[in-house]
């Protein structure tokens, strides 16, 4: 785009941004005489994409970032569809909510006066809330979908607009795209309708989200329990939302579950948008916990849990050796999730687990020795959610599910990952090993020693400059078109592929279909049972090689041992794999 034209589109979406804020700063960006040197060409190198899970971007003005001009179309888009495609959606309604970010309360009230003027009922929460309390929300009232504006993890300059079908679980293809269509047809911003709310309330088309809803989601959460009273609940808990809005709802869930003893890090503990203490409230960032871990070594806490500023993530740490703390990867917290659910909670129905592509395949292992059901999804909760419901159609019970990225489901009460839900389950983990002489650590080496170690890594190769992409595209299509036979002295018995649909038996030659959406993704396990996942990212020209590498615990030999034995394997599986492709 040569700059006559960028200077043209700036001073059309000028005109049409019903927002003075942003006007103002792009009015700014035009009259600087250097504007060559402003990120203005990236402002309108594109629009953001109405994808899976809605939108999310930078906050400010033009069309390639968050503000509400974009949110004011994208509702009314929206709307139309609901409209076009939900039986009684004006009815039934949309439930909106946002957490405490930057923006996040003016657009999810631009969102619902947007909604009521197109004749949508809308139960707005008045205050920040965490996204699993609004998912629920959609599934409790039968709404017909669900909007939460967030940036879940991301930094503080972000913001985000998340969308729930009437199913409550977040929307997926063809809808996404059916949707996005209506953005497209969608008025200027500075035209669509967006009444005062006071207006709309007092034509009942907006109303207050009820406070029954955060007492029915307690409830649920409760109902979860399965030891409900069982174990040493004494336990002292260290607790940080991280500057989000989990800390209400996280400690009052903890002390009906009969946790008394829960200490939030007071410098996180009230929302706050700019997020003082952390570059980046994702908990799994180094740092990020420092204030938590402190704090729990000062008052030698049993267990530490952290959310992400919207709540809808769960990080765990325990205390591990010179009263330092350990913190649980993903894949450990889902894998002790999955396992307690499926050894502790008496059978009533045939069960299902479900785990991202890139979540570690020990939780597969251990549900089919224990004779459930196990698939796996695409990465992100939208598959994991849908997938679950249409499991629960055939007759099973859907019992989990997790992305190794700290997203765990446990049941159906909320239809996307729940990290409040997640950290009462932890706690009543944690609660029940103790009363047994166990501990945390424990039960993990107790189901290594079982189903072996397994330990993961991922690798990035960058290709950077103008062929990047070409480059990342030649690479898999290269392995694609010839796979490795073997990784170092470890047989590749199968390969999927994403992108075809099937999964190769190496051995056989026998194709049998994944059932899965077409991605551009290449998963190899190994004879070892082992696994080597490629994929390109979708932002960068990187190809992103995950490994899962699994070592038996030999008789007579510590976890701890054969968890070395991994962890070198790993490396050396990484190094050999990547020089071959790359």
């Known amino acids: 785009m040569d700059s006559t034209d960028l200077y043209a589109r700036a001073a059309r979406w000028l005109a049409d941004d019903p927002d003075p804020v942003t006007r103002e700063e792009l009015s700014a960006l035009l009259a600087r005489p250097d504007r060559g040197s402003s990120d203005l060409a990236d402002r309108f190198a594109g629009s953001l994409e109405f994808g899976t899970a809605g939108l999310r971007g930078v906050l400010g003005a033009g069309p390639n970032r968050m503000n509400r001009a974009v949110v004011a179309r994208a509702t009314w888009g929206l709307a139309s569809e609901l409209l076009a495609s939900v039986p009684g959606a004006a009815e039934r309604g949309v439930v909106v909510g946002g957490d405490a970010r930057k923006m996040s309360r003016e657009l999810a009230e631009d969102t619902a006066a947007i909604l009521a003027a197109r004749?949508?009922?809308?139960?707005?929460?008045?205050?920040?809330?965490?996204?699993?309390?609004?998912?629920?929300?959609?599934?409790?009232?039968?709404?017909?979908?669900?909007?939460?504006?967030?940036?879940?993890?991301?930094p503080a300059e972000y913001n985000g607009y998340k969308a729930y079908w009437e199913n409550a679980a977040q929307i997926i293809p063809p809808i996404d795209a059916r949707i996005a269509a209506a953005i497209e047809g969608a008025p200027p911003a500075r035209e669509v309708s967006r009444p005062p709310l006071d207006e709309l309330r007092r034509r009942g088309l907006v109303t207050e989200a009820q406070d029954d809803l955060r007492r029915g989601y307690l409830d649920a959460v409760r109902a979860l329990s399965v030891h409900a009273t069982g174990g040493d609940r004494r336990l002292r808990i260290v607790y940080t939302p991280l500057h989000g809005v989990g800390d209400s709802l996280v400690r009052q869930a903890l002390s009906e579950a009969g946790f008394a003893s829960v200490t939030s890090v007071p410098e996180q503990q009230q929302p706050d948008g700019a997020f003082p203490t952390v570059a980046f409230p994702n908990p799994e960032e180094p740092g990020a916990m420092d204030l938590a871990f402190a704090l729990a070594k000062a008052s030698s806490a049993d267990l530490v849990l952290a959310n992400d500023p919207d709540a809808d993530r769960l990080a765990v740490a325990v205390p591990s050796a010179a009263g330092a703390y350990r913190q649980l990867t993903g894949n450990e917290t889902g894998v002790l999730l999955g396992h307690y659910l499926l050894t502790e909670r008496a059978v009533a129905k045939p069960r299902a687990v479900i785990a991202s592509i890139?979540?570690?395949?020990?939780?597969?292992?251990?549900?089919?020795?224990?004779g459930c059901h196990y698939e796996e999804t695409l990465t992100g909760f939208k598959w994991i959610a849908n997938r679950a419901i249409r499991l629960e159609q055939e007759g099973r019970e859907f019992v989990f599910g997790y992305e190794e990225a700290l997203g765990y489901c446990v049941g159906s009460a909320v239809r996307d990952k729940d990290g409040i839900s997640a950290a009462v389950l932890v706690a009543e983990i944690a609660a029940v090993l103790r009363a047994r002489g166990q501990t945390v650590e424990g039960a993990l080496d107790a189901i290594a020693?079982?189903?072996?170690?397994?330990?993961?890594?991922?690798?990035?190769?960058?290709?950077?400059?103008?062929?990047?992409?070409?480059?990342?595209?030649?690479?898999?299509?290269?392995?694609r078109a010839s796979p490795p036979a073997r990784v170092l002295d470890d047989e590749v018995v199968s390969v999927a592929d994403y992108e075809r649909g099937f999964l190769v038996d190496?051995?056989?030659?026998?194709?049998?279909?994944?059932?899965?959406?077409?991605?551009?993704?290449l998963s190899f396990d190994l004879a070892s049972g082992s696994r080597i996942i490629a994929r390109p990212s979708g932002t960068e020209p990187k190809a992103k090689f995950y490994?899962?590498?699994r070592q038996a615990v030999q008789p007579g030999e510590s976890v701890e041992t054969a968890r070395t034995r991994a962890v070198a394997r790993m490396d050396q599986l990484e190094?050999?794999?990547?020089?071959?492709?790359g």
């Open 119 to 154: 004749g949508i009922r809308v139960a707005l929460f008045g205050s920040p809330v965490p996204t699993p309390l609004v998912a629920f929300a959609v599934k409790q009232t039968g709404a017909a979908a669900g909007v939460v504006v967030t940036a879940s993890h991301n």
């Open 358 to 370: 890139v979540s570690s395949p020990l939780l597969g292992r251990i549900a089919r020795d224990l």
């Open 449 to 479: 020693s079982r189903w072996g170690v397994f330990v993961s890594g991922q690798v990035n190769l960058t290709r950077k400059g103008a062929d990047g992409a070409a480059s990342i595209r030649k690479l898999m299509d290269g392995l």
């Open 506 to 521: 190496r051995r056989t030659g026998a194709e049998a279909p994944l059932g899965l959406p077409k991605s551009n993704v």
């Open 547 to 549: 490994f899962d590498v």
């Open 575 to 581: 190094a050999a794999f990547v020089a071959t492709v």
